[in-house]
Nanobody, 117 residues
Framework: QVQLVESGGGLVQPGGSLRLSCAASQRIFGIAVMGWYRQAPGKERELVAAITGGGIPDYADSVKGRFTIFGDKAKGTVDLQMNSLQPGDTAVYYC???????????WGQGTQVTVSS
């Protein structure tokens, strides 16, 4: 059973940076999109950034210019570099991989990011 293992979360001051990493425990075939979602307390899970298997990135408006996504389809890894972090970025961040093959969706266990002085 394939698992997505995340790392890199933590506590950071406003204006600081963090890099989240996600790696698949086994090879995932047919990767279409790799991405990061987040969920803040009392809010719905939202897409933060995604990258297609062809390397085309997409970002939520709230993080454009501050976050950068890196994906390696062959290795099954996806990283999120987060700069100029703000308190509004505080959430649990989840790694996601969408495949063209069953079971189609893979999720990480989530990693907490807290931005606070």
């Amino acid at each position: 059973q394939v698992q997505l293992v995340e790392s890199g979360g933590g506590l950071v001051q406003p204006g600081g940076s963090l890099r989240l990493s996600c790696a698949a425990s086994q090879r995932i075939f047919g990767i279409a999109v790799m991405g990061w979602y987040r969920q803040a307390p009392g809010k719905e899970r939202e897409l933060v950034a995604a990258i297609t298997g062809g390397g085309i990135p997409d970002y939520a408006d709230s993080v454009k210019g501050r976050f950068t996504i890196f994906g390696d389809k062959a290795k099954g890894t996806v990283d999120l570099q987060m700069n100029s972090l703000q308190p509004g970025d505080t959430a649990v961040y989840y790694c996601n991989v969408r495949s063209l093959l069953s079971p189609y969706h893979y999720w990480g266990q989530g990693t907490q990011v807290t931005v606070s002085s």
